[in-house]
């Protein structure tokens, strides 16, 4: 996983947020959203919104004709939702999984992380920038991929982007398996976690003490988290239990009940993490 978190302290405008929370750009009077820019002026935003995965009409509802619009602000609903980053969505989904289950898998990932947990999550979402999360096909021993940037000024996050992947091998993952999806989320956001925790960000409010920074003890807290997150989404009725014959059923199979020694153990008889860690190092 890569995750990059650097300390900006740069100038401020000299305009403040304003309802949204965004910055006004002074030449043009709009607002910043991230992805695109706001014009309040008219009510909608300058751009079409647009997704990482080419779609005729990116996040649209068929059912909900105010989806259509790419220029309305949150389906011209202002004053029940606000839009966080310029995007209505942030959740790309494909031919076997839609944006909206994608979201709801990922955020019952994160839920089952505890409140500190969710509290990450809606801190990234009000950052400025975008963290695309969706599909896409990896190595078959690799059922997720997190590539995440922040920057944070006075303690605070101030911007966020990159991208959450999950692989579509069914070798690595059923991303069909709501379990599957939510287990792969919870584990993809400790990485996300452990960004937070970079001792350049000075984050405050308990954001950087969600998972460690880096090293094998990252890599343990988030087999640890994914296999929580299975036992807690396939006891919930309806759902299924975690895919046994998968790369992902094979880490939370052999998870539970671990000692730290023996994580450690079983995480260097995984050909990617013995390769990266070599001698059982960085702890």
Not at 209 to 228: C, K, S, V, Y
Not at 262 to 278: N, T, V
């Amino acid at each position: 996983m890569t995750l990059t978190a650097t300390c900006a302290f740069s100038a401020a405008s000299s305009i403040p947020p304003h309802s949204t929370g965004k910055e006004r750009d002074t030449e043009s009077g709009n607002d910043y959203f991230g992805a695109r820019y706001y014009a309040s002026t008219m009510g909608r935003f300058m751009s079409p919104d647009w997704s990482a995965k080419i779609q005729p009409v990116p996040y649209a509802k068929l059912g909900d004709p105010q989806t259509l619009n790419l220029y309305a602000y949150v389906g011209n609903n202002p004053l029940g939702r606000a839009d966080l980053d310029g995007h209505e969505w942030k959740f790309n989904g494909n031919d076997q999984v839609t944006a909206d289950q994608l979201k709801k898998a990922f955020e019952a990932g994160v839920k089952t992380q505890g409140k500190g947990a969710w509290k990450a999550y809606e801190a990234i979402g009000k950052a400025k920038g975008t963290v695309a999360v969706g599909f896409g096909d990896l190595k078959s021993s690799q059922f997720g991929n997190t590539n995440v940037q922040f920057n944070s000024q006075g303690g605070k996050l101030t911007s966020v982007s990159g991208s959450i992947t999950f692989n579509t091998d069914p070798k690595a993952m059923n991303i069909g398996n709501f379990t599957d999806l939510a287990s792969a989320s919870s584990h993809e956001f400790t990485h996300v976690e452990g960004g937070l925790a970079s001792p350049g960000l000075h984050l405050t409010g308990g954001l950087g003490n969600l998972a460690p920074n880096a090293g094998l003890a990252q890599e343990e807290a988030a087999f640890r988290n994914q296999a929580r997150t299975a036992f807690i989404e396939s006891a919930i009725p309806g759902n299924n239990p975690v895919s046994a014959d998968t790369a992902l059923g094979w880490g939370v199979a052999r998870s539970v009940g671990k000692t730290d020694d023996q994580m450690r153990d079983l995480l260097f008889s995984i050909p990617d993490y013995a390769a990266k860690y070599g001698d059982k190092g960085p702890q």
